[in-house]
T-cell receptor, first 115, second 113 residues
Framework: KAGVTQTPRYLIKTRGQQVTLSCSPISGHRSVSWYQQTPGQGLQFLFEYFSETQRNKGNFPGRFSGRQFSNSRSEMNVSTLELGDSALYLC??????????????FGPGTRLTVT | GNSVTQMEGPVTLSEEAFLTINCTYTATGYPSLFWYVQYPGEGLQLLLKATKADDKGSNKGFEATYRKETTSFHLEKGSVQVSDSAVYFCALGNSGGYQKVTFGTGTKLQVIP
């Protein structure tokens, strides 16, 4: 079974631009979560999508948004990029059976650099 | 809210040494606890998990026991190898069906031959 894939793997953008990152979960997984990883703040939860609905949201400004499609693929968008948005963005998918938190399977991440 | 505190790194050990990485948590209800590992240039991989008090998770020689009385989930391995060099994250999952997971700051482990 193929793992979680994220595209692109690397991205360089300029302040003020916007960016869209993509995540394809493991086949059959219905939940997709997004995390931001930085050396200073560590791993921070952005949001989780399940059946095309956002179920959970972390403490990030409205510039960070996401969506999930009917095939469970997810995208996250960051508008009006700031230097501090430079980070590794990780996507994780899960079966989400409803029996408590299930194991999350992570993709390799998208390394975003904002100049 | 939920939080996870794990020991600062980096931790440097010689091959075959005993490893302990401390992790304590604060949570309401009955969370599940996880250890994830991140090798250089890769995403996180689930190493082990425990879903209720006194459960012991184990995998690849690593172990951790869910201690509700001390709110701890320390990671241990009896004999580390160079290939264990990575960053280890302790994490807590809320007890509902949602997938929000709170991570610790990570502990970098370097094992030298």
């Amino acid at each position: 079974k193929a793992g979680v894939t994220q595209t692109p793997r690397y991205l360089i953008k300029t302040r003020g631009q916007q960016v869209t990152l993509s995540c394809s979960p493991i086949s059959g997984h219905r939940s997709v979560s997004w995390y931001q990883q930085t050396p200073g703040q560590g791993l921070q939860f952005l949001f989780e999508y399940f059946s095309e609905t956002q179920r959970n949201k972390g403490n990030f400004p409205g510039r960070f948004s996401g969506r999930q499609f009917s095939n469970s693929r997810s995208e996250m968008n960051v508008s009006t990029l700031e230097l501090g948005d430079s980070a590794l963005y990780l996507c994780a998918s899960s079966l989400a059976t409803g029996q408590g938190p299930n194991e999350q399977y992570f993709g390799p991440g998208t390394r975003l650099t904002v100049t | 809210g939920n939080s996870v505190t794990q020991m600062e790194g980096p931790v440097t050990l010689s091959e075959e040494a005993f490893l302990t990485i401390n992790c304590t948590y604060t949570a309401t209800g009955y969370p599940s606890l996880f250890w994830y590992v991140q090798y250089p240039g890769e995403g996180l991989q689930l190493l082990l998990k425990a879903t209720k008090a006194d459960d012991k998770g184990s995998n690849k020689g690593f172990e951790a026991t869910y201690r509700k009385e001390t709110t701890s989930f320390h990671l241990e391995k009896g004999s580390v190898q160079v290939s264990d060099s990575a960053v280890y994250f302790c994490a807590l999952g809320n007890s509902g069906g949602y997938q929000k997971v709170t991570f610790g700051t990570g502990t970098k482990l370097q094992v030298i031959p």
